[in-house]
């Protein structure tokens, strides 16, 4: 091993500014630090820091997402043998495998495109590169149908990344979830290729569909007043769906990793379940009245905790809505945040005939208010305090 | 108050090295010095010259904005030094001590039977008023200020903090007085921070505020903070337990007597223990021969891990420090650092093992663990702060050099002692203590 550390110290003079490859020295330096801690001492202020720094921080993060992106690959393998109807003929491992082979390289378009860039974005403004792409670029394929294009995945990984981050001042300054600005750029600029019932199910041309099966999810058929989905498919995530937010259980699983490492706030979590739980109630509560289609009355009927396990409402609440840059920052208004995710998410995909599902654009907007949110608990917090004075004087 | 006020939010760090309850006498050290820079935003001005002799309590220099605040030799001798850093800043006035020089002669006199005017007038000329420092700002005490209350903690929460109950063995009548002499000085109370049990409760003529909890609950700003917040236009007075004993001695002497016990502990001290020494005595002279040899640099703190300074052995002990201690430098690359389970790691955080073992006790060095990003996560200073306070606010509001805000998110209240934990614990490795000290230095400037 020591002899990368010293290919890194002896290469780190090219590197400096006026030296051969000064172009390439904010890569250098992303890799050196990638391998190596580096051996910077505290020059001001406490002799000691946490052993905790972003690094460590991003990469709990993505270990949180793998049990999802595990069970998305098998997902893939399991919607594609099903649809043509060998499912009960093959084996755990071919059925994993048609998954890898299927996301791996989505993950892959993914990293090099935004480390790409990320690399030049820090060799220009002359900074370290961040960490922030490691967990954006895995969260990026896990909500894509498995039908997405590659192309696709790289224009919006390039948008998300440009103008989702780096305009802003890179990881730190997104005023929106990195990730979620790609799919929504997607979403928009693609509709006929992100929606419908194809794109949920990799297949191959030769590949015959057997009859009677539709590739359309529980959702889709929701809104159209049909509740045909198992629960018990759906909590585990055998239904079709973006490849990493189809298993209430292995997101679950990450969510425990995040909540006892402390990562992810688990005020959002649970509040933004809690939204989705009460809205769900009152359209259960208002399915009777008068005047609804029957569709759409069936949809309102729907049980109300169905809602956090099908689509993506259970990803987004553990994954995306707690990215604390684009979270609220302020303890109070997390709880706020939260529940107006899950209260405008479950008022997008129900109420909204555009939009099947609403957990991106409820987190997206909610990210647009969430210093707004702040604003009034900072303000809050010093009315108090103002007044404190007021009162002793 | 038998109420004991709970703290929860902080954290313990738990450093190997913490000193043993032993005490050694140390012999009196050849050379003794006063460093201005101790004292953030002063001006020295100079009273004397190289060579010039000088008894123990005799000026050396003095404020240039407030002249009657001396400050004065702590042991008697020659003058053999003034060390001046850049543009001719001072940063060292160096005694060779010389005991037949003696002492300088004040007032012997029970502070009680004194008015506020001759206390005052005793502790400014005797050079022990820069032991008072002021909230805001924690800088020296202004003598014409009125503070509404006068402020002790008895206890030091800090990584491998001296335990100021085994200091203080015998010399609680000494510290009697000097609370005695402090009481003289405010219209208000003395009040003393203790922990229960603590031999500082049984201590009269001041307000005892028993407090509980994980550091910083033993910071004087943190128990202020607890009890009687410090709002715009106040001022409240703070000084350091040991300190309250020199200005013991002089009323109960009519000398100054300089003598401090320090700890001197950490991992790279061979048996750490408490020494009895004087104020500026040489770092050399404290930790010479006690520490663990070793293949790998050292870093020797005035001061505890968290608000100290680096020194070498050729500096002077800290004007306000009670405590050395000594950690590894730790300047080596570490093999994916980050990625390491951490058996043997502590982090304020639950991302490594080390969490699993709350008893073990760490060894931890200089290194700052990673490199330096914008703020990123939430909700990690304001559990480290056990104040009514919003710390990357208050932070924020320095960076972008509001004066309002930095005035409601509250920036009287707290000194970088108060956010260094935050500073500690930070995963985007921000220098807190840094930023926070730039925004008292523009309030002072902006608003005096």
Redesign the interface.
Known sequence: ?KFI?NFFERTEPLVQKGGKYHWLQSVHDGFF?F????????K??????????????M??VVLSVVPALLFGMYNVGVQHFKAIGELAATGFFEIFLFGLIKVLPIVIVSYAVGLGIEFVFAQLRGH?I???FLVSGMLIPLIMPVNTPLWMIAVATAFAVVLGKEVF?????NIWNPALVARAFLFFAYPAQMSGESVWIALKDTDKVIDGFSGATPMANAAAGNLNYSVADAFFGFIPGSIGETSTLAILIGAVLLI????G?WKIMVSTIAGGAVMGLILNAVSGSAGLSPEVATYFSMPFWHHLILGGFMFGAIFMATD??S?????KGKWIYGFLIGILAIIFRVINPAFPEGMMLAILLMNTFAPTIDHYV?AS??K???K??KV?? | MSEVIKLRKGLNIKLKGSAEKALEKLPVPATVALKPTDFPGLTPKLSVKVDAEVKAGDALFYDKYHPEILYTAPLGGKVVSINRGERRKILEVVISTDEKVGSAEFTKADPSGLSAEEVKEQILKSGLWPFIKKRPYGIVASPEEQPKDIYISTFDTAPLAPDYNFVMDGQLDTFQTGVNALAKLTEGKVNLGVQAGSAFSSVKNAVINTFDGPHPAGNVGIQIANTNPINKGEVVWTINVQDVLFIGRLFETGKVDFTRTVAIAGSEVKAPKYVQTVLGAPIKDLVGGKLVETDYNKRIISGNVLTGEKVSEKCFLGYYDSLVSVIPEGDEYEFLGWADPGFSKFSATKTYFGKLFPKKEYTMNANIHGGERAFVLSNQYEKLVPMDILPVYLLKAILVNDIDKMENFGIYEVIEEDFALCEYACTSKIEVQKILREGINTMIKELG
């Not at chain 1, 391998?35 to 505290?42: D, G």
């Not at chain 1, 001001?44 to 921080?57: E, F, P, S």
């Not at chain 1, 001042?169 to 300054?173: A, R």
Request: net charge positive.
């Open positions: 091993m550390k630090t391998l190596y801690t580096p051996k910077t001492t505290s001001t202020g406490t002799h000691i820091h946490d052993y905790i720094d972003l690094k460590r921080t990469s709990i370290e961040q960490e922030g001042g890179g990881t730190g300054m006892i490492t402390g990562i706030s604390p840059v979270a609220s920052q302020t303890e900072v917090h010093v108090r305090r103002t404190r004075a002793s004087a």
